[in-house]
């Protein structure tokens, strides 16, 4: 289990991995003077390994929270999927993959892996900004018939996606906020 000083660490490693600074345009079409490559931090097995610690102990708390047990991990194209991968790993649970859109070959599908009808699911997703993407994957696994139970983002930057994410019905929460990574634009 990540201590508060372990957390704090953490976070000042994934910002001096992943903070760049300039004029980014965000998936929102906003722009901002800030932008946080998940890539520069997911692709490091060090700060995985202990992203995936954290990511189990909030899965569990979830599941204490509700009562009964969760079933499998999401995690959306592309970034998501080291993530989910990794709170596969810690927690034993298995992990879905969901495409952006369905394949156009082999079997066609947008998810990938075993989705059964009433899985209680939770979505681990990378940095959220307005939610958008993983309010997209999460109509896609409720189509499907997943019960998500929630989303767990690594970096909240504070910008809307906690109120688009509960507005939806789904309980949201993040291991960090944009503040705790030292960013205040």
């Known amino acids: 289990m990540t201590t508060s000083t372990d957390r704090s660490g953490l976070a000042a490693k ?4 992943s903070l760049l600074r300039g004029e980014f345009t965000l998936r929102s079409g906003r722009t901002s003077n800030y932008y946080l490559d998940k890539y520069l931090f997911s692709t ?3 700060l995985l390994r202990e992203l995936g610690a954290m990511f189990a102990e909030r899965i569990d708390r979830i599941a204490a929270a509700d009562g009964k047990p969760i079933a499998r991990l ?3 194209e592309l970034g998501g999927i080291p993530l989910v991968t990794v709170a596969s790993l810690e927690t034993g649970l298995p992990s879905i993959f969901v495409r952006n859109a369905k ?3 082999g079997t066609s599908k947008q998810l990938e892996g075993v989705l059964n009808a009433g899985d209680r699911v939770v979505i681990v997703e990378d940095i959220a900004t307005s939610g958008g993407q993983v309010l997209e994957a999460f109509g896609v696994l409720r189509d499907a018939g997943a019960d998500v139970r929630a ?3 690594t970096i909240d930057r504070q910008e809307g996606a906690r109120e688009n994410i509960e507005q939806a019905g789904v309980r949201f929460e993040s291991l960090f906020t944009k503040s705790d990574l030292g960013i205040d634009e």
Request: hydrophobic share 45%; net charge neutral.
């Open 14 to 17: 994934i910002a001096e991995a």
């Open 44 to 46: 490091r097995p060090e």
């Open 74 to 76: 999401a995690g959306a």
């Open 103 to 105: 394949k156009g070959y």
């Open 151 to 153: 989303i767990i983002c």
